[in-house]
């Protein structure tokens, strides 16, 4: 089963803890001693960031597909690191990102080096919520290594490819996994596959918490991969069966035809979904029920048309159901697990803290200003 990482960054003794979870994500995902040596330090230059400026926050370590999906490499996985805090925010991120900049007398290399190491590198940073930033480092064959153009005159910006050849090349995805109460497993689990036109995007939450939940959620992920050349409802149809004997999940399932424009949608329990279309959000329905203990009758399909200013959300209970998007996060252009973090930071706080495992999954287009 996946392993999550959540560290609570209060203090200087987390920054080493946000090393070693790092070193063991990155076991994980197969770097070799190089590029693991290379994650551990941007997540060390991140957790010192967060004390430094923030006042602490925390990180989430995690394994992940990459942001884009390159044809016949659905099983690659890269490191993801992502700090999220309700600090003061960043006034000029440009200047930031810069090495020599600093309003605490330090060296000021930490995010500049951060956005050099890393294959993706992205943040949001806002005055008075707080900052999130996003890094991933991959195995050194990753197809989004140094594929990373310059952009709004920032360092450089992974996870898009060199050049686009057909539609679905341009459709990107992220998440964020925060299991309940620090656990060690979510019983949450996101997932995408590609097949030829179609991109697939799956959020998955596991009846209760724990293990078994993350058990029955991660049977979900692993079937995805055989049944994305289905419809939502047939995916659907076929996690049950795959699910049968897990405790079950609540499961939506988003495709989009890349050739056609077309968004599809189907859901079995309480997965929150919402697409920004047309200036405004969206809500796509799920059926109620559990995926392999109990399927309804029949399953709903909702269609939308998908286009370059389309951004998806998918999200687990563990968020508010009434949160309200930022306008930030109508845009296309962050990477879609900067999105989702921001979603997670702004429908919580220290005052209200998440109440179950929580994941939030993003697909987006990559916007056509880019190569």
Same mark, same amino acid.
């Given at each position: ?11 200087t ?5 946000a ?26 230059e ?10 602490g $926050?925390?990180?989430l ?29 960043i ?35 806002a005055?008075?919520?707080?900052t999130?930033v ?15 153009p ?8 992974g ?39 179609l991109?697939t ?11 078994e ?39 939506a ?7 056609a $424009? ?7 329990g ?36 998908w ?6 959300v998918?999200?687990s ?11 930030d ?31 939030v999954?993003?697909?987006a ?7």
């Amino acid at each position: 089963m996946p392993r999550v990482w959540d560290v609570p960054v209060r203090d200087t003794t987390r920054v080493r803890d946000a090393r070693v979870a790092t070193e063991h994500a990155a076991s994980r995902a197969g770097l070799d001693e190089q590029r693991t040596a290379t994650a551990a330090l941007v997540a060390t230059e991140l957790a010192t960031n967060l004390l430094k400026h923030a006042g602490g $926050g925390r990180l989430l370590i995690d394994v992940v597909a990459p942001p884009v999906l390159a044809a016949g490499r659905e099983t690659d996985r890269m490191v993801q690191i992502v700090t999220v805090d309700h600090g003061p925010g960043i006034a000029d991120v440009a200047a930031a990102l810069g090495d020599g900049f600093t309003t605490t007398g330090s060296l000021g290399a930490g995010l500049g080096t951060c956005a050099r190491l890393a294959d993706d590198f992205d943040l949001h940073s806002a005055p008075g919520r707080g900052t999130v930033v996003v890094a991933r480092v991959a195995a050194g064959d990753s197809p989004t290594a140094g594929d990373s153009p310059t952009a709004e005159g920032l360092p450089p910006v992974g996870g898009f490819p060199a050049a686009a050849p057909d539609p679905a090349a341009r459709v990107r995805a992220g998440g964020v996994n925060l299991p309940l109460g620090g656990a060690e497993y979510s019983g949450d689990a996101w997932g995408w596959v590609r097949v030829g036109d179609l991109v697939t995007l799956m959020l998955a939450d596991g009846l209760g918490h724990g293990p078994e939940a993350a058990r029955a959620s991660t049977a979900a992920v692993e079937a995805l991969r055989t049944a994305a050349h289905l419809r939502p409802t047939a995916v659907l149809g076929a996690l049950g069966t795959a699910l049968a004997g897990t405790r079950g999940a609540a499961v939506a399932v988003a495709q989009v035809d890349t050739r056609a $424009g077309v968004l599809r949608f189907a859901g079995v329990g309480n997965i929150g979904a919402r697409v920004y279309e047309g200036g405004s959000w969206r809500h796509l329905v799920s059926r109620p029920g559990i995926v392999g203990v109990h399927r309804p009758a029949t399953l709903r399909e909702d269609e939308a048309a998908w286009a370059d200013d389309r951004v998806l959300v998918l999200h687990s209970d563990g968020l508010p159901s009434r949160w309200s998007p930022a306008p930030d996060t109508c845009r296309t252009s962050p990477d879609p697990a900067v999105t989702a973090a921001v979603t997670l930071r702004d429908a919580s706080s220290s005052a209200r803290p998440v109440r179950d495992d929580t994941a939030v999954a993003v697909l987006a287009s990559i916007p056509p200003d880019r190569p």
